[in-house]
């Protein structure tokens, strides 16, 4: 991945409902959720949340598709996956396999280190208290 995408990817992310969005759509998966849908979890009119799902895709973190008068969203599992590579390629001095990542950003099985303070990364942001 490019820096310049990089960089848009980030800062489609860098708004509170762009991130509610994708939160939770990363928990819906490839199945993703209509548009309206989306709209009523995350407590965002849809006029104004078109806009937002808009600029994810087109960062490449979306995908969308149109069912009969729906437009469902879902998140691009590659385009996230270069996100999260490109952000952990570098990681521990080149070696992310350290930090749980593989050599190409895929989280690692066997990592089982001690974090404290941190929330087990295979928790799905649905169940976050915080995002309502």
Do not use: N
């Not at 952000?87 to 070696?95: A, V």
């Not at 050599?103 to 169940?127: E, M, N, T, Y």
């Amino acid at each position: 991945m490019e820096i310049v995408a990089a960089v848009e990817a980030l800062s489609a992310l860098a708004q509170p409902h762009r991130l509610a969005a994708f939160r939770l759509l990363i928990c819906e998966g490839p199945s993703g959720l209509p548009a309206g849908a989306i709209a009523e979890r995350i407590a965002v009119p849809p006029s104004t949340l078109s806009h937002h799902l808009a600029h994810l895709e087109r960062a490449g973190l979306l995908r969308s598709w149109r069912v009969e008068r729906r437009i469902f969203y879902a998140v691009d599992v590659e385009g996230t996956r270069r996100l999260v590579t490109f952000l952990t390629e570098d990681c521990c001095q080149g070696h992310p396999e350290i930090c749980g990542y593989g050599k190409g950003g895929s989280r690692s099985d066997d990592h089982d280190l001690p974090q404290s303070g941190l929330r087990d990364v295979a928790q799905c942001p649905c169940d976050d208290p915080e995002l309502g």
